[in-house]
């Protein structure tokens, strides 16, 4: 640890220090948010704590600033705790451990947590420096941005004036983010009846599948595992009418599903596997270049089961060959960008209903809109249950960003290059900040890591000083 305390600027690895000291995990917000009250009193400064554990510490311009308007600093307290099977860490209580390699800091056995510790303690190292030149700050510390932004939701917008932010929520320095998509959850349940019927169960099991995050990732070429199961079920039926016992695949919304299994009793168990493992060849010829590891197995065994009635098995397999499912529009003002999109990240069975949960995303509010009326019109053509819910709002780019433009400058001025400005098909904070107004000017910038939400995650000491470099530079000339 004290080697770490040795790196420049001292006190943004000072603070970096401490805040891993201190347990911070999502859910466990109560130590971590006092430690930033701590700290305001601590150095006479005005802070807000809400409900939610969100932190709002004051800074006041320094001499020179005081009718410049005010520019807010943010970034989330919370980290995705992560450990090996050997680590004995109790997230809960203990802090971690850190080591630093070379230029990169890492802690033994779990995650780092500089996302987004690191932009915790660069804010930390600002609010407490008297001899730098800036407008007023707001530094906003929000909670549990891992678990769905949480607390950036519930934060009071009204306790904020500025109308310009630097988030430092991002870990590659050569990008300047301008825009992130909004998002929200989906969610279906078809009812069923059930009979029992007796006979030979075929398993089938389709896995191997690269998967992926349904916002980044969504345009990879990765194939989603319940959408490729409906496709073998809807073909398999046409030649083998069958009952289904069950369907199910994935775990996470946002998350492009690798593996799915479906049990089916049907007449000729062994002759259906062979029909089935004939087509899977063919799947796999036409996926091979972008699903190296795709597999299909089937197993069969005997017994009473308790089957879909035969209308429903129809109507779940019709509904999920042609429910829509991954890109649905590419940007025409960022070049790559995909604008809109939707994955069905859960295929759930129950005694009694059959759930389908989607992750829905959009770079446009009125897009993620449509979408949702989309959706809703497509399940209306059969009897179910439509929920909404975990929605946040995209963060619209902006052609005129003077904040974006500064901060090329100063990039260019230290690096001799300009940075990369790009959108991300995700969610950020900025998100629910730029929704106060449309006059709100933000930019995601941040130092260069590795691994995150992994054990592996590393920091670069060197990127980590250059990066709060430029941030006091443009903090001088925001005038």
């Known amino acids: ?115 987004n510790g690191i932009a915790v303690a660069m804010m930390l190292a600002i609010l407490e420096d008297t001899a730098l030149c800036h407008p007023p700050v707001e530094a906003v510390f929000t909670t549990d941005e891992e678990v769905g932004m949480l607390g950036a939701v519930k934060l009071n917008m009204s306790l904020l004036s500025g109308r310009r932010m630097i988030n ?46 349904s916002g980044v990732e969504i345009n990879s070429g990765a194939v989603n595992a319940n959408i490729l199961m409906a496709r073998i079920l809807n073909k398999l039926y046409s030649e083998f009418p069958f009952d289904i016992v069950s369907i199910d ?88 960008l995909v604008e809109t999109s939707l994955n069905l990240g859960i295929l759930m069975t129950g005694e009694k209903a059959i759930n389908l949960s989607f992750a829905l995303r959009s770079n446009k509010m009125s897009a993620l809109k449509f979408l949702e009326e989309k959706m809703c019109a497509y399940f209306s053509n059969i009897e179910c249950d439509i929920k909404t819910g975990g929605s946040y709002p995209p963060w619209e780019y902006k052609n005129d960003s003077a904040l974006r433009d500064l901060y090329c400058e100063k990039y260019a001025e230290k690096y001799g290059t300009a940075p990369t400005v790009e959108a991300i098909h995700a969610g950020l904070e900025c998100g629910v900040f730029s929704a106060v107004s449309k006059d709100f000017d933000c930019i995601s910038i941040g130092p260069e890591m590795h691994g995150i939400h992994t054990v592996n995650e590393r920091l670069s000491v060197s990127s980590t000083a250059a990066t709060y470099d430029i941030v006091l530079k443009v903090l001088s000339e925001l005038k």
Do not use: W
């Open 1 to 115: 640890m004290s080697n770490i305390l040795d790196l420049n600027p001292k006190n943004v690895f000072k603070y970096f220090s401490e805040i891993c000291s201190i347990p911070h995990g999502s859910g466990n917000m109560e130590k971590i948010s006092q430690y930033c009250m701590d700290f305001a009193q601590k150095h006479g400064l005005r802070a807000v704590r809400d409900a939610a554990n969100n932190v709002i510490i004051y800074k006041n311009a320094s001499p020179g600033y005081e009718d410049c308007a005010p520019v807010i600093l943010q970034g989330h307290l919370d980290m995705v705790c992560q450990k090996t099977d050997e680590s004995d860490i109790d997230f809960e209580c203990d802090g971690l451990e850190l080591f630093l390699d070379g230029d990169y800091i890492g802690a033994r056995g779990t995650t780092l947590g500089a996302d």
């Open 249 to 336: 695949g994935g775990d996470k919304g946002n998350a492009i599903t690798p593996a799915c299994c479906a049990k089916i009793v049907c007449e000729n168990a062994d002759g259906v596997a062979e029909y089935i493992e004939k087509y899977a060849a063919l799947i796999k010829e036409e996926i091979s270049s972008r699903e190296k590891g795709f597999s299909c197995t089937c197993n069969i065994f005997s017994g009473n089961f308790d089957v879909l009635m035969t209308p429903d098995t129809k109507t779940l397999i019709r509904t999920l060959l042609c429910v829509p499912n991954g890109v649905i529009d590419m940007s025409m003002e960022i070049a790559g």
């Open 168 to 213: 430092m929520d991002s870990e590659d320095p050569s990008v300047v983010t301008v825009s992130c998509a909004g998002g929200s959850d989906f969610s279906v349940n078809i009812p069923v009846t059930r009979r029992t019927v007796q006979g030979s169960c075929l398993e089938i099991r389709v896995s191997g599948l690269r998967g992926g995050h």
